[in-house]
Each structure stands twice: as structure tokens, then as C-alpha cells.
């Protein structure tokens, strides 16, 4: 997104709880173009949100039933708490964004897995980076490395 098209966009949307997620979903869109997205472990929606206003289909998962309760915006009606045996093979772009670090060794194959099963096309992953100072500060970081 060059500078005058940033600026329409934030003409249009203006100071949007989470802008900066809307834009990394439109760099993720114009790289690779999926029709339907995935976000594992979405936790209040802001990727799921900013994907469906784009219009690609997404629905996120999230187990937490407490940042469930704060999901935003789009993400409100696309959000789910189980993963159903449908959505294997069903994605073309699975987003996995920031999670790892937040489920314990054991469970991080299954999650890995799951994003393998999940996804028809491409898997978009990030992880906490241990150098930043203060990931150990969040007591929810429990698998970092």
C-alpha cells in the first residue's frame, strides 16, 4: 500500500480499534490472494474482522471463552470454540498469529497439526520473539524459546 492509497484508507476508516491489523491483512491479501482464510487462535477477531470487511471469507477459532466474549466487530459472527472435521482441507490461507507461545510444548505439535489439516493452500505463522524484552513479562507466554 503506497501513501496515497493509506491515505483514502484512513479517510474511510479513521482511527478503527486495531487499523494496524487491517493492514497487514491487506499486505497479506495482495501477496497471496486467498479467497477463504483461517485465524487459529484468533483471540478478540481483529485478523477475522479485517479479512471479512475485505471480503474473504474467514472464521477464527478460539478456545478462550473469555476473549471470546470481547470479540470485535465482523469477528462477533465468525468465530468458533471447536474445530469440526468440515473445516479440514477447507482454507486457502490459515493464520496462526502470536499463539505458540501461548500452549505448552506438548500441545504445540497438535496445533501445528491442526494448521496442516486446516489448510488447503498456505499456512501463515508467527511466533513471539524471545529477544524482545518483555515476553516474558506476559505470564500467559509459556512456551517460549
Known amino acids: 500500500m503506497n501513501e496515497e492509497q493509506y491515505a483514502e484508507w484512513r479517510k474511510e476508516h479513521g482511527d478503527a480499534p486495531e487499523w494496524k ?22 483471540g478478540e477477531g481483529f485478523y477475522t474482522h479485517w479479512f471479512n470487511e475485505f471480503g ?3 472464521y477464527g477459532y478460539e478456545p478462550n ?4 466474549k470481547r470479540a470485535y466487530g465482523q ?8 474445530l469440526i472435521p468440515q473445516y479440514n482441507g477447507a482454507w486457502d490461507l490459515v493464520v496462526c498469529i502470536d499463539v505458540l507461545e501461548h500452549v505448552t510444548p506438548e500441545q504445540e505439535k497438535e496445533v501445528i497439526e491442526n494448521l496442516i489439516k486446516l489448510s488447503k493452500k498456505y499456512i501463515l505463522l508467527s511466533i513471539c520473539d524471545v529477544t524482545l524484552w518483555d515476553v516474558y513479562k506476559d505470564p500467559t507466554h509459556i512456551n517460549c524459546k
Open 21 to 42: 491489523h487491517a493492514l497487514i491483512v491487506m499486505q497479506w491479501l495482495e501477496y497471496l490472494n486467498p479467497k477463504t482464510a483461517f485465524d487459529y487462535g484468533c
Open 56 to 58: 474473504v471469507q474467514c
Open 65 to 68: 471463552t473469555e476473549i471470546v
Open 75 to 82: 469477528a462477533i459472527q465468525t468465530i468458533t470454540q471447536m
